[in-house]
């Protein structure tokens, strides 16, 4: 047999396609959570759920996106790359001075040239000579501050620029829904359906409401081609044979190898891919988040990227619903204290619920007692606290990784190959 044909993916079918109707049900009792929260918070707030956050939310998402598919293509064909947090940088940069020198999709497209060749470094090294994964993932993140701080010494400071930051631009144009969100078509003022019952203030009705019109509300169209990424990731690596051959890399390497698959080939391609959709995140950051490059302005999104990958048991999926947590936290860090406040309240009641359905499936009692003691510790600060420190929505969807990884490890698959090295004629 000189080829690899294709085998039924069970996994991913139950994920797309049985469990659709479970998601739904998770997605409304995620509402629910919140607009419960929103509503018996000590301090007033309707930020948990308003078409505003979730807009800021949806945009915040993208670079994290970006970053966790990009690990997902690379660890898929089994190279672990820590270097996402390099090619962000990079792609920061390069978005930014391909949009001073012509415009914003221009600086989209020289930002994701610029991580896939960040991709391709890390791949000669992790691929073609071997080199420790996190070694060379590293290797590229102390890189490319340095040389982008270089450049920015060279094209930034003659153009109104410091060697620390870019001048000003500006990103591409926004849209709306029509009927369904407002805005206007061709000068006619559209209806605005879901604001008007958004508007309303019906119990978890205009909850739902607020949260689907901020995905239509001010829209970039950056933001729709990154989401458009998502469908794009789940048909290249589970439908066609390029993916599954990635995949086969990042499963059993010399299975595929003694099939015919040239795994160094498809793990040069994994990490190139990774390298490209880190980069595009990255210029998506600089050109129209920030409107700027400034350094540091990654923050660790690269890490955060892998994490939300983790979160999603490497799935683009998954990967996306953590990049949205993300998002979702980091703006209400930004918009308002209260929200951030009511955090603590929806922490106690996720962690309450968690507790009912341990005792209900009777996994035991050790996890049970700590998450008993950390329920009733928030709850403590809550009931005590009239506002919380700046970093708490920060680093709550890091506590969710962890509590991931600490109560669905089972449930948890990595690439079995994921980081080994290969070598070809090796068993």
């Known amino acids: ?39 018996f918070a000590s301090l007033p707030t309707d930020d948990l759920t308003s078409s505003g956050t979730w807009a800021i939310a949806l945009a915040w998402s993208v670079p994290i996106l970006m970053a966790g598919l990009g690990g997902l293509f690379s660890e898929r064909s089994g190279v672990v790359n820590i270097g996402l947090e390099g090619m962000l940088i990079l792609g920061t940069w390069f978005g930014a001075f391909g949009t001073l020198v012509g415009g914003p999709w221009f600086g989209m497209l020289l930002a994701a040239v610029a991580g896939a060749v960040g991709g391709l470094v890390m791949a000669v090294a992790a691929v073609g000579f071997n080199v420790d994964h996190i070694i060379a993932g590293v290797a590229i993140n102390l890189m490319a501050p340095g040389l982008t701080r270089f450049l920015s010494t060279l094209h930034f400071s003659d153009r109104g620029g410091s060697i620390t930051q870019s001048p000003t631009i500006s990103g591409v144009s926004n849209f709306t829904v029509p009927i369904l969100a407002g805005g206007t078509v061709f000068g006619w003022e559209s209806p605005d359906v879901l604001g008007a019952i958004e508007r309303d203030g019906l119990f978890f009705i205009s909850d739902l409401a607020g949260i689907l019109r901020g995905f239509m509300f001010q829209m970039s169209w950056l933001t729709l081609i990154a989401y458009l990424a998502l469908p794009i990731s789940v048909f290249v690596l589970w439908k066609t044979s390029f993916g599954l051959r990635l995949r086969s890399c990042g499963e059993h390497p010399h299975a595929a190898d003694s099939l015919g698959v040239n795994v160094y080939k ?24 920030s409107g700027l490059y400034k350094e540091g302005q990654t923050q660790g999104k690269g890490y955060i990227g892998l994490a939300t990958m983790i979160f999603g048991n490497w799935n ?38 968690l507790l009912l359905w341990r005792i209900l499936k009777r996994k035991g009692y050790t996890g049970t007692l700590q998450l008993a003691i950390v329920a009733i510790a928030v709850g403590f600060w809550y009931m005590n606290s009239t506002s919380v420190p700046n970093q708490l929505p920060a680093i709550t969807p890091h506590i969710a990784v962890l509590v991931v990884l600490l109560f669905a490890t089972s449930r948890l698959r990595p690439p079995a190959a994921d980081g080994l090295p290969f070598r070809k004629g090796e068993t």
């Open 316 to 353: 683009p999926v998954g990967t996306a619903r953590g990049a949205l947590l993300f998002g979702f936290t980091e703006t209400l860090r930004l918009r308002d204290e209260n929200a951030a406040h009511g955090l603590l309240l929806l922490v106690v009641l996720v962690i309450a619920l």
């Open 266 to 289: 498809y793990k040069y391609y994994g990490v190139v891919i990774s390298g490209f959709l880190a980069g595009a995140g990255g210029g998506f950051l600089a050109i129209q988040l």
């Open 1 to 39: 047999m000189s080829t690899l044909r294709e085998r039924p993916t069970l996994g991913l079918q139950a994920t797309l396609v049985s469990g659709r109707r479970r998601w739904l049900v998770y997605g409304l009792g995620a509402v629910l959570l919140l607009a419960g929260t929103q509503q």
